[in-house]
């Protein structure tokens, strides 16, 4: 049960998919502790503090995990920093946001922001980090479409689906971005993806610490199989790279190389954006 105090640590018990919000929330915390982060989260911290949970006994604490999460993370930032100095009273729909604390990382004062997520996470989000006057949150499944119906088409969308896809069937992929894009004209979605060799691991019960064990990723997508995403519909018109810049120690140094070698490039995590045809004009 919550306290009234509402600085008091909360407890925190999710299902397995929910719980991988805790996960990434961690990372990005762990990355924001250091001296000089790639990725300036202090909202992170706060909730990681406040949150009680055992984060380290569960997840353990690796340096190389946080970066690369904030690595990842920083992709999404820049395209939602991009779409907001190019539309900055636009729509940022986030899909399975979990307690993804961009809104206070990106936010221009203008923009509006809808979160749509499973009812236990939104539940903890509402508590842990209740919306302002622009943001809207609502307990939905992301595949089931009807949260649609709520984004106000006046404006222009981004919609970002950030650690979500991985944890859906490739059939329930493609109906998202093809939904999206259908019912989104000129709107654009950005997404990531774990590759195949990946999702294997997870599938076989080879990602785990002491404590936690991943979940099972049914949809694995190598980068270099991106093209084949704006097949989901003829509504897909564009389809781009968003390529992690920067890092730290090995990472940096070793980035451009996966970045350059086909077989390390074609296989390697991937954020990718998807753009949308306008709708047709009627006359
Ligand atoms: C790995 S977490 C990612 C959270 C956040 N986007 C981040 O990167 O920190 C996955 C999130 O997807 C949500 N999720 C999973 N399946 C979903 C679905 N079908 N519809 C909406 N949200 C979903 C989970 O509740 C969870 O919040």
Known sequence: MASDDPSAPLPTELSAVPETALWTLYQRAVEARRPEPLLDDPKAVELVDRIDYPFEERFGTSALQAQLQALRVACF?????????????????????????????????????????????????EQLLPPGPRQRYLAADATELGWTD?????????????????YLRPAQVRALIAGCAERLPGGSMVLDAVPRWFARLVRDGKLHTSGYQVPPMPWGMDAGERAKLRTASPAV?????VRPAGGRGLVGALLPLVLAVPPLANRRPSVTVLEFAERPDPS
């Not at 009273?89 to 499973?118: F, I, K, M, P, S």
């Not at 018109?237 to 790279?241: C, F, K, M, Q, S």
Request: proline share 3%.
């Open 237 to 241: 018109v564009g389809v781009r790279d």
């Open 77 to 125: 930032d820049r395209e939602v920093a991009d779409f907001l100095a190019r539309e900055p009273r636009g729509t940022v729909v986030c899909l399975g946001e979990g307690l993804e604390t961009q809104y206070w990382r990106v936010d221009n004062g203008r923009a509006q922001w809808l979160t749509v997520d499973l009812p236990e996470s939104v539940a903890l989000r």
């Open 150 to 166: 709520e984004v106000d088409l006046s404006r222009e969308v981004l919609v970002t689906a950030q650690g979500l896809c991985m």
